[in-house]
């Protein structure tokens, strides 16, 4: 399908982020959207993401927008009938230092006035939560029960459906090579797909690149602070009973 000539607003990238932007501007009324993915929905980062939904975030707003994300995550598959795979199988944080056990506790604090339940767990009662670990030199650990897991690519799949549902069209394939515009107000969007190039006429251009967001931000002059960190995963072969167990985090060794 070719783009159209005009939108109101355009969302680059069909990740997670580009495909939430698409379903909630839909949502307030805004269906005359494009969405511009130049390869394939969820291929970038989204793709690769463990999927974890942790509530407790640094501000009351992030808090907020996870509690929220984790809320809709549970009414997206009968909205749009894609499957999150959302899990509410909780999470554990442990300390291996006072200082961490500190921060771990006041942690617990923010989460209280936050609204999230957590609850603070001695060595025994991690081990009964998370049987599979050694806990000979843990000081003691938070529990967020409501914390969880989902799929990150059917969640974005998702969120796209319910977009499209509500009339945005959404497009595999295809380049955003350039924002137009006339001084400091956008004015269209150049692409590129299959040796073809056109111009999508609009007012409204959201930055959903992901990693290639700060690139695509400053061929307008725009100063985008993000990049990309290293990330390192393990595959392993079944482990029994670990599929059903809380979360677990350990922040002393950089490891979840
Ligand atoms: C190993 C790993 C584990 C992770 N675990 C978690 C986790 O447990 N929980 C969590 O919340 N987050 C996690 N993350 C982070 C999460 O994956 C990202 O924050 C999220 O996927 C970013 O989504 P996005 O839509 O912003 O970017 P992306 O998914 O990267 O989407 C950007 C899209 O823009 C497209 N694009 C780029 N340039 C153009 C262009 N010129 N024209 C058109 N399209 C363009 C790309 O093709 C891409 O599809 C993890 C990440 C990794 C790598």
């Given amino acids: 399908m070719t783009p159209p000539a005009h939108a109101r607003a355009v969302v680059i990238g069909g990740g997670v982020s580009g495909c939430s932007v698409a379903y909630h501007l839909a949502r307030l009324g805004w269906s005359d959207v494009v969405l511009l993915e130049r390869r394939r929905l969820t291929c970038g980062t989204t793709w690769h993401a463990a999927g974890l939904i942790g509530q407790l975030r640094p501000s009351r707003n992030l808090t907020r927008l996870a509690k929220y994300s984790a809320e809709l995550y549970a009414r ?28 771990l506790r006041r942690q617990a604090t923010l989460a209280h006035t936050f609204g999230v339940e957590a609850e603070l767990v001695t060595p025994g009662e991690v081990k009964a939560l998370y049987p599979h670990l050694e806990v000979g030199d843990v000081i003691g650990g938070v529990h967020l029960p409501g914390d969880g897991q989902g799929d990150p690519a059917n969640i974005a799949m998702a969120l796209a459906k319910g977009a499209r549902m509500a009339g945005v069209t959404v497009l595999e394939g295809v380049t955003m090579t350039d924002v137009a515009h006339d ?14 190039t056109g111009r999508i006429a ?31 995963y393990l595959l392993t072969e079944p482990i029994d009973g670990l599929g059903a167990l809380p979360t677990l985090r350990v922040p002393d060794e950089c490891a979840y």
Avoid: K, Y
Avoid at 82 to 90: K, N, Q
Avoid at 183 to 196: I, K, L, Y
Avoid at 204 to 229: E, F, K, Y
């Fill in 202 to 232: 609009t007012d409204v251009v959201i930055n959903c690149g992901g990693m290639w967001g700060r690139d695509l931000a400053a061929r307008s002059g725009v100063t985008l602070p993000l990049h990309a960190c290293e990330h390192f």
């Fill in 183 to 196: 001084g400091r107000r956008v004015t269209g969007v150049d692409w590129q797909a299959n040796g073809e």
């Fill in 76 to 103: 997206l598959e009968d909205e749009t009938g894609v499957a999150t795979g959302l899990r509410l199988s909780g999470s554990i944080s442990v300390a291996l230092t006072e200082h961490r056990w500190e921060e």
